[in-house]
């Protein structure tokens, strides 16, 4: 989903880089692996190799997400014993 993606990235103020076949999430985990172990340099290093496309963060919607996420912090500090205390 190219808008969930896009969230994300913004959100994040991360880089994304989509591969065009989607090959599920064992793929992922390869790559993730492969990273860990030092077998592969990094996640551009194996886009790369797959055509797809590259998400890149809006730094102008940055300030709302950051608004929103303080916005979060400050409900869940002040509602965390609800859920906590229920169970």
């Given amino acids: 989903n190219v808008l969930w993606t896009r969230i994300i990235s913004d959100a994040c103020g991360l880089h994304q880089y989509v591969l065009a076949k989607n090959s599920g999430s064992a793929y992922g985990a390869a790559i993730l692996a492969g990273?860990?172990?030092?077998?592969?340099?990094?996640?551009?290093?194996?886009?790369?190799?797959?055509?797809?496309?590259?998400?890149?963060?809006?730094?102008?919607?940055?300030?709302?997400?950051?608004?929103?996420?303080?916005?979060?912090?400050?409900l869940y500090e002040s509602t965390k014993n609800l859920m906590h205390d229920s169970f």
């Fill in 35 to 74: 990273i860990g172990i030092g077998a592969v340099r990094d996640a551009q290093a194996v886009a790369a190799f797959h055509s797809g496309m590259e998400v890149l963060p809006d730094p102008a919607v940055r300030p709302v997400y950051d608004r929103l996420y303080q916005r979060f912090r400050a």
